[in-house]
Structures are given as C-alpha cells and as structure tokens.
C-alpha cells in the first residue's frame, strides 16, 4: 500500500458526460501528480500540483481540468467525455517538486466511456 | 525531447531463471532513471533508480546497468519468482518538476 488513496476505483459513464475522479496524496506530502495510462498511448503524465499550485502541464485536453485544494487532496474533472477517454487515471505523490523526489502511486481509477 | 523506450513488449521466463528486462534513451544528457513495477490492477511501484554517475546499481535481487555510450539501460532480477509477473517500465524523471517520462512497458511472465 503506497498510502495514496483515489476514488472511485471504477467509473462508467457515457459519452458527453463529465466525472471526478479523486487523491488523497501520502500524509506529508505536497506534490500530486496525474497520469493516464491507456493501451495506445501507455502512461503519460497529465498535470502536476505543489502545495495548491499547478507546476507542469503534460497533454491534457482542455476538456479536462485538476486543482489541489488545501488539505492537499487532488481531484481531477473529465468533461464532454469521449469513447477515447477510457483509461486508467493514477495519482501520485512525492514529498517535494524536483525529479530527486520518489512519487508513489495510487491503485487508480478505471474510466470506461461507453 | 525526451524519450525512453523498451525492446520488447513481453518477455516469458522460466522460475527460477534470471530474467533481463531493457531499455533505450534518446536523449545524451539524461542523468538519472527509475524501474517500476506494476502488477495487475495496482500502479506502478519504484523497484530502483540510477543515475548517470554510475554504471551499476543493486538493490534485492535486482540490479540495473546503465551504459551511457549507447544509451541503454538493462534491469536485471536474479532467480525470477511468480511474484515476479507484472509490467515494466524504465521512466526518466524530467528536471523541471520531476514529471516521468515512462517507456512502453515489458509484461514478464514468469512459468513454474
């Protein structure tokens, strides 16, 4: 167990539809990241936050959006959502903002679009 | 950019055996890499790092081999167990903000 929670484990929705998916980073640590992992494109990195900031932006789709609220905890907000959305969605977490610092991740969201 | 990349996308070994997982690297000035496991249905777990001041790196049955002149990577586990069986990855952490670029990935099957 990495100690990073994120709810739901699973999601179904149809096409047009918006959900949130939801991480708890480790206790102590600042830095969330979001990944989507999917058979064609593997793990690509998405968004990252330190301390309620946004630090990096990957290719995430301007459909989608993340913030980082104060009690450290991460959502991120999938909107008009399309058939190629289906994916896995991983939280991580690191203790600060630099590649020295190990992310653990979350057991992800499964997002099936139908 | 950066760029990690793997060999082969599966790899079946027999219990017991050690099993040789690669990676390659695009770009010349990358200095510090990371193994993950990621078992079914879970993320991805750190197994082990390097960076570019060494050529070698053990850790619990494994050990990681960096060649910098070809830009390759090697992850090596010695006496390859069941537990063993899950996907692969090598990632390069990026200097800004430490996001990871992963590499496609090895699935190792390991038979009893």
């Known amino acids: 167990d990495s100690g990073v929670t994120q709810t739901p484990k699973h999601l179904i929705t149809a096409t047009g539809q918006r959900v949130t998916l939801r991480c708890s980073p480790r206790s102590g640590d600042l830095s969330v990241y979001w990944y989507q992992q999917s058979l064609d494109q593997g793990l690509q990195f998405l968004i990252q936050?330190?301390?309620?900031?946004?630090?990096a932006k990957g290719n995430i789709l301007e459909r989608f959006s993340a913030q980082q609220f104060p009690d450290l905890h991460s959502e991120l907000n999938l909107s008009s959502l399309e058939l190629g959305d289906s994916a896995l969605y991983f939280c991580?977490?690191?203790?600060?903002?630099?590649?020295?610092?190990?992310?653990?991740f979350g057991p992800g969201t499964r997002l099936t679009v139908t | 950019g950066e760029s990690v990349g793997l060999h082969l996308p599966t790899l079946s070994v027999q219990e017991g055996d050690n099993s040789i997982i690669n990676c390659a690297y695009s770009n010349s000035a990358s200095d510090y890499f990371i193994w993950y496991k990621q078992e079914s249905g879970k993320g991805p777990q750190f197994i082990i790092d390097i960076r570019s001041n060494m050529d070698k790196r053990q850790g619990q049955r494994v050990t990681v081999l960096l060649n910098k002149t070809v830009k390759h990577l090697s992850l090596q586990i010695a006496a390859t167990q069941p537990g063993d069986s899950a996907v692969y990855f090598c990632a390069e952490p990026v200097l800004w903000g430490g996001k990871l670029i992963f590499g496609q990935g090895t699935e190792l099957s390991v038979k009893p």
């Open positions: 991580a977490s690191s203790v600060g903002y630099g590649k020295s610092y190990e992310q653990y």
């Open positions: 936050y330190y301390n309620g900031e946004e630090r």
